[in-house]
């Protein structure tokens, strides 16, 4: 396992609504992040196909012309679309961290996949409960999705938006020794100058918490929205007052609470990257370790229940994998999935 290696935050618009330009996009950005030598590159949450700012922008009725494209353009995970960036995972040999809306039959979620450097997913999860709206578009996971995984760039995890406000989630995530965090956010141009809790500034000190309170390296990736991505969702002069054109704030924390990756222009598509090493984990946890040495487990403790929970149990019933192992879907498309 390296040490010391090179990893990439995503800040870049998706093409809203739209799954395969998306998806190219997505490719796109793979192999830049590949060409500049990343070894891991994150995107933001619900990256495909975009967050769903019309949530925020007034009543349900007015939601439903949005509703069936949103669910039409998510993805799944045995489909083309997640193939495609598997395949250039693989491709370029690089580890990639997906944010999307996964839909699952008649249901939505907002989910998270770690695929590795040979495309397979060594990590796939769904945000324990979607903020405030998102409830009326998305639904819940369970305490298994609370989780941090081996692979070859470290002990890996992520946590989607405000996730990361939730202090339980976070010790949870920080007793499983995670060295590399995805810290997964859309933009933040939404209520920007009306709900400060929305904002960059708030937003990007909790994800810069984080990382000095796990001692693990944290990789931020965010959205940006521009003037032509307001008028997707904005009708009115009083929705179009709630959203802001640019708000992206992508940034690599290390395990002291430093920012390593240089600020983009929160109007510029590009990636934020930071050369990171592993072994500073060790000088950042020699001071605190909240699950280690500087954890009161006599005082203060916390029960987390990481069993799976399903609706339907069904004892004896054949348990299939999750995602189509790549190899076996060899006629999908290599690059993209439009043309």
Same mark, same amino acid.
């Given at each position: 396992?390296?040490?010391?290696?090179?990893?990439?935050?995503? +800040?870049?618009?998706?093409?809203?609504?739209?799954?395969?330009?998306?998806?190219? @996009?997505?490719?796109?950005?793979?192999?830049?992040?590949?060409?500049?030598g990343?070894?891991?590159?994150?995107?933001?949450?619900?990256?495909? /196909?975009?967050?769903p700012?019309? !949530?925020?922008?007034? /009543?349900?009725?007015?939601?439903?012309?949005?509703?069936?494209?949103?669910?039409?353009?998510?993805?799944?995970?045995?489909?083309?679309?997640?193939?495609?960036?598997?395949?250039?995972? =693989? =491709?370029?040999?690089?580890?990639?961290?997906?944010?999307?809306?996964? @839909?699952?039959?008649?249901?939505?979620?907002?989910? +998270?996949?770690?695929?590795?450097?040979?495309?397979?997913?060594?990590?796939h999860? =769904?945000?324990?409960?979607?903020?405030?709206?998102?409830?009326?578009?998305?639904?819940?996971?369970?305490?298994s999705?609370?989780?941090?995984?081996?692979?070859?760039?470290?002990? !890996?995890?992520?946590?989607?938006?405000?996730?990361?406000?939730?202090?339980?989630?976070?010790?949870?995530?920080?007793? +499983?020794?995670?060295?590399?965090?995805?810290?997964c956010?859309?933009?933040?141009?939404?209520y920007?100058?009306?709900?400060?809790?929305?904002?960059?500034?708030?937003?990007?000190?909790a994800?810069?918490?984080?990382?000095?309170?796990?001692?693990?390296?944290?990789?931020?990736?965010?959205?940006?929205?521009?003037?032509?991505?307001?008028?997707?969702?904005?009708?009115?002069?009083? +929705?179009?007052?709630?959203?802001?054109?640019?708000?992206?704030?992508?940034?690599?924390?290390?395990?002291?609470?430093?920012? !390593?990756?240089?600020?983009?222009?929160?109007? *510029?598509?590009?990636?934020?990257?930071?050369?990171?090493?592993?072994?500073?984990?060790?000088?950042?946890?020699?001071a605190?370790?909240?699950?280690?040495?500087?954890?009161? /487990?006599?005082?203060?403790?916390? !029960?987390?229940?990481?069993?799976? @929970?399903?609706?339907?149990?069904?004892?004896g019933?054949?348990?299939?994998?999750?995602?189509?192992?790549?190899?076996?879907?060899?006629?999908?498309?290599?690059?993209?999935? *439009?043309?």
């Amino acid at each position: 396992m390296p040490s010391a290696y090179r990893v990439a935050a995503v +800040q870049a618009e998706p093409v809203w609504l739209d799954i395969d330009a998306t998806v190219d @996009k997505t490719v796109a950005l793979i192999a830049d992040a590949a060409d500049q030598g990343a070894a891991l590159v994150a995107f933001p949450e619900t990256w495909i /196909p975009g967050y769903p700012l019309f !949530l925020w922008l007034g /009543p349900v009725a007015g939601q439903m012309p949005y509703i069936a494209r949103y669910h039409a353009n998510s993805m799944t995970v045995d489909g083309k679309h997640l193939t495609a960036i598997r395949q250039a995972a =693989r =491709r370029h040999g690089i580890t990639v961290a997906i944010g999307y809306s996964e @839909k699952d039959h008649g249901s939505l979620y907002m989910s +998270q996949s770690v695929i590795g450097p040979d495309g397979d997913v060594v990590l796939h999860r =769904r945000k324990l409960k979607p903020t405030h709206v998102e409830r009326s578009l998305f639904g819940e996971s369970d305490g298994s999705h609370l989780k941090v995984v081996d692979t070859p760039l470290g002990r !890996l995890g992520a946590l989607n938006c405000w996730e990361h406000l939730q202090p339980l989630n976070k010790y949870a995530m920080y007793a +499983q020794h995670e060295q590399v965090h995805i810290a997964c956010w859309p933009a933040f141009g939404l209520y920007k100058g009306i709900a400060y809790s929305l904002g960059a500034e708030a937003n990007m000190a909790a994800t810069q918490t984080y990382a000095l309170e796990g001692g693990c390296f944290v990789v931020a990736p965010t959205q940006v929205l521009s003037a032509e991505g307001i008028e997707i969702f904005a009708s009115t002069d009083e +929705q179009r007052a709630l959203l802001t054109p640019g708000s992206g704030c992508s940034r690599i924390y290390g395990p002291d609470g430093s920012m !390593l990756s240089k600020a983009l222009d929160e109007h *510029t598509e590009g990636l934020a990257i930071a050369d990171i090493d592993l072994a500073f984990i060790d000088l950042a946890k020699n001071a605190a370790d909240p699950a280690g040495h500087y954890a009161k /487990p006599d005082a203060t403790r916390l !029960l987390h229940d990481n069993r799976p @929970k399903s609706a339907v149990v069904t004892p004896g019933g054949p348990a299939g994998p999750l995602f189509p192992d790549l190899d076996d879907l060899a006629d999908e498309p290599a690059a993209g999935v *439009t043309g």
